[in-house]
C-alpha cells in the first residue's frame, strides 16, 4: 500500500511516497482504507521539522474513511462503516492523562496520509451522517478542539458572547457551534473580503486586527462589557488582546500558538482583577468526539472547505497552508 514519510531531519522536500506492507487485523483491530485527510497548524510543524518525529514516521493527525477489515472481538464496527480517526487515540473518556495523550496521531504514532491503517477500534469513531470523507477529515483535530473549548470546557450556553480568531478550521467550527448553541460571535481577522464572509456566517463584529493594534479593547466595547468565552488561537501573539477582549470573571480558552505565539507577555494585573478564567486543552477525547458527532448532526452543521488537493500532493497543499489565504480547511482526498 502507499504511504506518504517524513524523512529526517523534515521539510517539504523530504515528503515521500513510500510503499508499505498491508496489515491484517487482530482481535479487536479494524483495517480502515482512508479517503480523506485535512491540514493543521500541528501538521504543518510535524512536516517541516518544527516537531521532531522518527524518521519514516506518516504524518498527518486527520483521516476519514471505510472499515474494510475486522478481527475478532470487534464490537462497535463493520466491514463498511464509515469512520475518522482520533488525535488522541488512547483517551476514551474521563480527565486527560499523560497515559492517555501520549499517543498523538501524526506525531508519536503513525497518522493517515496512508491507504490502509490498522487500529483498534476504539481509535475511530463514526462520522456524521451525510458527510462526505473530506468534510468528516475536518472534525478529529480542528472540530473536536472548537468543540471541547467552547462545549465541553467553556460551558457555553445560549446568549453568552464568544470571540474567535482568524479564519482557520478550528475558528470556523467554533463559530458554527457557538451559533447552534445560541451564542453571539465576535471575530478578527486581517483581510476585508473574509471579514465579509464572517458577518454572512453570523458573526456580530468582525475587526481586521492590523489595522487595530488593540483589537481586544474594541471587542470589549462593542460586547457591551465583554466576551463570555474566547478561543485564543495565537498563544503569545494574541493573549494579551483576548485578556482585554473577555469580560469580568469570562473564559479564555488557549488552543494554539500561531504566527509567533509560543512566547509573549500577560498583563497578569488585569488577568486577576478580571477574575479571568484561563484553561489550555489539546483537541479531545473520544467521548467528546461522539458528542460533537451527535450534535452536527442535529444541527446540521458543515465545515467550510477551501480548497483540495490529491494524495500526492502533500507538499502542494502545505505551501498553498503557507500562504494564509485559506478560509476553512484545506482538504486532501484520494
Known amino acids: 500500500m502507499k504511504s506518504i514519510v517524513v524523512k529526517s531531519p523534515g521539510g517539504l522536500k523530504n515528503l515521500h511516497v513510500v510503499q508499505q506492507k498491508e496489515p491484517v487485523p487482530g482481535p479487536g483491530e479494524v483495517i480502515v482504507k482512508w479517503q480523506a485527510t485535512s491540514l493543521n497548524f500541528h501538521d504543518y510543524l510535524v512536516a517541516i521539522g518544527a516537531i521532531p518525529v522518527e524518521d519514516g514516521r506518516i504524518p498527518m493527525s486527520d483521516g476519514a474513511g471505510e472499515v474494510v477489515a475486522t478481527g475478532s472481538d470487534v464490537n462497535n464496527f463493520k466491514v463498511g462503516d464509515a469512520v475518522m480517526s482520533m488525535f488522541f487515540p488512547g483517551w476514551s473518556e474521563g480527565l486527560p492523562a499523560f497515559h492517555k495523550i501520549v499517543g498523538v496521531s501524526g506525531e508519536t504514532l503513525d497518522g493517515y496520509i496512508t491507504e490502509k ?6 481509535a475511530v469513531t463514526r462520522i456524521p451522517k451525510g458527510y462526505s470523507y473530506a468534510e468528516a477529515a475536518t472534525l478529529p483535530c480542528a472540530g473536536l478542539t472548537a468543540w471541547n473549548g467552547l462545549m465541553h470546557t467553556g460551558g457555553l450556553f445560549p446568549g453568552q458572547k464568544v470571540l474567535i480568531q482568524g479564519t482557520g478550521g478550528v475558528s470556523l467550527l467554533g463559530l458554527q457551534f ?15 473580503a473574509k471579514a465579509e464572509r464572517l458577518k454572512e456566517m453570523g458573526c456580530e463584529a468582525v475587526i481586521n486586527y492590523k489595522e487595530d493594534e488593540r483589537w481586544g479593547k474594541t471587542i470589549y466595547g462593542q460586547s457591551d462589557g465583554g466576551v463570555d468565552v ?8 494574541t493573549m494579551k488582546q483576548s485578556i482585554e477582549a473577555v469580560k469580568m470573571g469570562g473564559k479564555i480558552i488557549s488552543i494554539g500558538i500561531l504566527g509567533d505565539g509560543r512566547k509573549g507577555e500577560i498583563t497578569f494585573p488585569k488577568l486577576f482583577f478580571k477574575f479571568i478564567n484561563m484553561h489550555g486543552i489539546a483537541v479531545g477525547s473520544r467521548m467528546m468526539q461522539e458528542a460533537m458527532v451527535d450534535a452536527i448532526e442535529i444541527n446540521d452543521i458543515h465545515p467550510d472547505l477551501d480548497r483540495s488537493f490529491a494524495f500526492d500532493q502533500l507538499a502542494d497543499a502545505f505551501r498553498y497552508h503557507e500562504t494564509g489565504k485559506h478560509f476553512g480547511k484545506i482538504v486532501l482526498k484520494w
Do not use: C, M, N, Q
Not at 117 to 122: P, R
Not at 230 to 237: A, E, H, K, Q, T
Open 117 to 122: 491503517s490498522l487500529l483498534h477500534e476504539s
Open 230 to 237: 474566547v478561543l485564543d488561537i495565537g498563544g503569545g501573539s
Open 178 to 192: 457557538a451559533r447552534a448553541a445560541g451564542a453571539k460571535v465576535f471575530a478578527t481577522t486581517s483581510s476585508p
